[in-house]
Every structure is written in structure tokens, then in C-alpha cells.
């Protein structure tokens, strides 16, 4: 239970985080300091380290070949679904048939892994 909503929160956070990146790069960085951008951009940046940190916690709970991949997968399926609802960027069947399929990896590899003590 705790290892799910660690890769589910990671995965999350990761995506929303790169995602807020993503639209401040995107409008152009000013000529002179803009210190309101710098903290907001700093502030985005912490959620997608905490993702991190979440993902760093979840490797440490679990066999990496594990963890691993059920982490890369949820990340690049929520950093996909996020690009596609705020930046506007197409997902097209097969990307979406390609969501699936990463997904349904991430849950036979985590049903398949051995348990081990934490």
C-alpha cells in the first residue's frame, strides 16, 4: 500500500512539476532578474524534486528491478498524460495504446517481484 501511493505520488509530483517547468521555459526567461519567476520556478522545482525524493524512497523499499521500472513507467505515463492536459500536446491512439501498454508492464512487474524485508 505504502509502495503504491509512494510511485503513484512520485509519479505525480514528477509530472506536474516538469510540466510547470516546461510553461515558464516555454515563455522565454526576461533579459533582466525577475524575481517572482526565479521563486516560481524554484517553487515548481521543489515539487518535481519531492517527486524524486518519493522515488528515491521507493528504490530504498524495494528490489531496483523493481522499483525501477514500475517508477520510470508511472513517470513517463504521467508526464505524457500531463504534457497532454497542459501544454496541450497531442497523445494520438497509438501513444495512448503505448500509455496502456507501460502501464500494464508497471503492474505485472510489481505483481511479479519478490517480496522483500524493508
Known amino acids: ?5 509512494l510511485y ?4 505525480v509530483l514528477t509530472a506536474i512539476g516538469l510540466t510547470q517547468i516546461k510553461l515558464i521555459a516555454a ?3 526576461p533579459a533582466s532578474v525577475d524575481w517572482a519567476l526565479i ?3 524554484g517553487a515548481w522545482a521543489a515539487v518535481y ?3 524524486m525524493a518519493l522515488w ?9 528491478s523493481t522499483a525501477y521500472p514500475v517508477g520510470i513507467g508511472l513517470s513517463l505515463a504521467s508526464a505524457t498524460i500531463a504534457a497532454w492536459w497542459w ?3 497531442e497523445i494520438g ?3 495512448l495504446a503505448g500509455i496502456i501498454l507501460v502501464l500494464a508492464g508497471a503492474v505485472v512487474i510489481a505483481r511479479a517481484s519478490p517480496r522483500t524485508p524493508h
Open 1 to 5: 500500500m505504502i509502495d503504491g501511493a
Open 93 to 95: 491512439w497509438l501513444r
Open 56 to 64: 528515491l524512497a521507493a528504490i530504498a523499499r524495494n528490489p531496483l
Open 39 to 41: 521563486l516560481t520556478l
Open 49 to 51: 524534486f519531492t517527486g
Open 8 to 11: 503513484l505520488l512520485s509519479a
Open 87 to 89: 501544454l496541450g500536446e
Open 27 to 29: 515563455a522565454g526567461l
